[in-house]
């Protein structure tokens, strides 16, 4: 098993690859590192948008079980939120 952890800064216009992909399923916990109110981090597929996908609240952590080959796209709004990122990758 190996473990990779980052801090990625996000754009509020481009989305960002903070997951890539691996060739086994892996657990990813997101982090929205922000403190401050009205402060979100989208996450979703490649044309990831404010409008179009679910949100991580500041603060707030969230997990999920991502299958191979599966990538995850970030944006923030306001634009320089930084999203801490733990990727558990099963390599057996």
């Known amino acids: 098993m190996a473990i990779v952890h980052r801090l990625v800064t996000l754009s509020d216009t481009t989305p960002t ?21 009205n402060e979100y981090i989208y996450i ?12 991580i609240d ?17 944006i923030s709004d306001p634009d320089g ?3 801490g990122v733990l990727d558990i990758r099963k390599n057996d």
Do not use: F, Y
């Not at 603060?59 to 995850?72: A, K, M, Q, V, Y």
């Open 44 to 55: 979703g597929g490649s044309a990831v948008g404010t409008g179009n996908s679910i949100h």
């Open 58 to 74: 500041p603060g707030e952590s969230i997990t999920l079980n991502l299958g191979p080959e599966d990538r995850l796209w970030a």
């Open 17 to 37: 690859e903070i997951v890539g992909h691996d060739n086994q399923p892996h657990e990813v916990h997101l982090h929205n590192m922000t403190k401050s109110s």
């Open 81 to 83: 939120l930084e999203v």
